[in-house]
């Protein structure tokens, strides 16, 4: 079955500096890449996606990009704000059992 | 819509009592997923259905885990009995088409703590 690797576990950066977040996945079946922020206490909310017919997707100050060969995304965020703190989980949709698969989170600490 | 709704936000056991937890998915989504998140194992896939049927419950951790969707709009996971190490956060998720991938909707999780 599909497995996510995340890396890092935890990430502190200075307010307006730029992080990057990364992912692995094992199963080539695997199409779809969404990415889901989640707030302390709160519930995960999708932040931004890429299917695999694309390789890169921005919106404002996120970005993602996919490099199927190497079965891996990755999350940029620049320019960050304190506001962008949070846990942040990358995801695989497996097209064959329709799993949803996350990995382990990371933990963004914006430094003001 | 007012999106995932699930109940109880909170609950506090004592090892060995039942907990039943509820889930309802937003209207006209056929997918509903379970998923458990502790700081130790991230977000685990417990089980999802389709069209209220049960596609995999390969994640459920053991026989004590049971879950449920007897119409489109509710959802129950049962552990019975409770233990200790089944504190966590369960979220239910749904999603318009399971055959097409888009964006999970998550409840906003109950806080489950087994004395």
């Known amino acids: 079955g599909e497995n996510v690797e995340q890396h890092p576990s935890t990430l502190s950066v200075q307010e307006g500096d730029s992080a990057v977040i990364k992912c692995t996945y094992s199963?080539?079946?695997?199409?779809?890449f969404p990415w889901y922020k989640q707030e302390l206490g709160k519930r995960p909310q999708l932040i931004i996606d890429?299917?695999?017919?694309?390789g890169e997707k921005k919106d404002q100050r996120i970005a993602v990009t996919l490099n199927k060969t190497a079965k891996h995304f990755s999350l940029h965020i620049t320019e960050t704000q304190p506001e962008d703190s949070a846990v942040y989980f990358c995801a695989a949709w497996d097209s064959g059992t329709y799993k949803y698969i996350f990995g382990t989170g990371t933990r963004l600490k914006v430094l003001a | 819509d007012a999106g995932v709704i699930q109940s109880p936000r909170h609950e506090v056991t004592e090892m060995g009592q039942e907990v039943t937890l509820r889930c309802k998915p937003i209207?006209?989504?056929?997918?509903l997923f379970w998923y458990r998140q502790t700081m130790m194992r991230g977000l685990e896939l417990l089980i999802y259905?389709?069209?209220?049927?049960?596609?995999?419950d390969s994640g459920m951790p053991e026989d004590r885990f049971s879950a449920k969707m007897p119409n489109a709009s509710f959802s129950t996971l049962k552990i019975q009995p409770s233990e200790p190490r089944d504190s966590a956060v369960y979220f239910c998720a749904s999603n318009p088409d399971i055959g097409i991938p888009g964006e999970l909707f998550f409840g906003e999780g109950s806080r489950l703590t087994v004395l």
């Open positions: 209207s006209g989504h056929n997918s």
């Open positions: 259905f389709n069209n209220n049927v049960p596609i995999d």
């Open positions: 199963d080539s079946a695997s199409n779809y």
């Open positions: 890429i299917r695999s017919n694309v």
